[in-house]
């Protein structure tokens, strides 16, 4: 299995900590968060990394290098082949269609932390594309995924007013082949960006996608604050 992971951006909430690098190398615990990204995503059977980069390529370039004995690692420039101004969730993985030799693969956001064992679940599923959720006690904040009886997405629903569902989109997903003739027909959303849950909801309304609980965590990686909160999570998992 191969994973698919979007690292080109800047990482602005992160302040001046990512002035110099790309908010994905910044270091928990002695190494960058990057690394127990690839480590998790390998523990649950991820043999292949298409990483997808662009701001600071050189700092990834080194990353790759640093770590090769470990993770098998290819790099993939959005910015050389799209350029800046195509910017957004779809972009990683229409960049990358020609690495995933027509198989499924997995695609996340770099700046997320997923736990083996629900990576291991997600890769053991069927031949369907798959979105992956967890439940929130603020949905309201997120992309809500909403589904039908036998558990297949019907929408997503982005920062909704009004309750929908308390089961929100963590950004871990499993694909087929067919989502690249749906991230290539994606139109620059209302606030400038080209997104990936644009090109789900086209294969949800085909009954092409279902929807996988995550049973472990998630933890995102955006802000400085968040840095100190991963270590301690680290902490702790290293001593169970």
């Known amino acids: ?51 997808v980069v662009g701001y600071h390529a050189e700092a990834m370039e080194k990353f790759a290098k640093n770590y090769r004995d470990e993770f098998q690692i290819t790099l993939v420039n959005q910015f050389e082949k799209f350029g800046e101004e195509k910017y957004g969730t779809s972009v990683p993985v229409e960049v990358a269609e020609s690495e995933t030799k027509n198989e499924p693969f997995l695609a996340i956001y770099g700046d997320n932390l997923y736990s083996p064992k629900d990576v291991k679940r997600l890769i053991e599923t069927d031949d369907f594309n798959y979105i992956s959720v967890i439940r929130h006690e603020h949905p309201e904040k997120y992309g809500v995924a909403v589904t039908d009886e036998n558990g297949f997405l019907t929408k997503i629903v982005e920062k909704p007013k009004e309750y929908v569902s308390n089961f929100i989109n963590t950004g871990l997903y499993k694909f087929t082949p067919e989502i690249f003739n749906e991230v290539k027909k994606v139109q620059k959303s209302p606030r400038g960006e080209y997104e990936l849950t644009d090109a789900v909801q086209k294969l949800a309304e085909r009954r092409r996608v279902k929807v996988l609980k995550l049973e472990d965590y998630w933890m995102d990686f955006g802000k400085p604050e968040d840095i100190e909160k991963v270590e301690q999570f680290l902490k702790k998992q290293k001593n169970k």
């Open 1 to 51: 299995m191969k994973a698919i992971i979007a690292a080109a951006g800047r990482g602005t909430r992160m302040q001046g900590l990512s002035k110099d690098k790309p908010k994905h190398l910044i270091e928990v615990a002695g190494k960058p968060f990057l690394y127990y990204v690839l480590k998790n995503l390998k523990e649950g059977g991820v043999e292949k990394f298409i990483l």
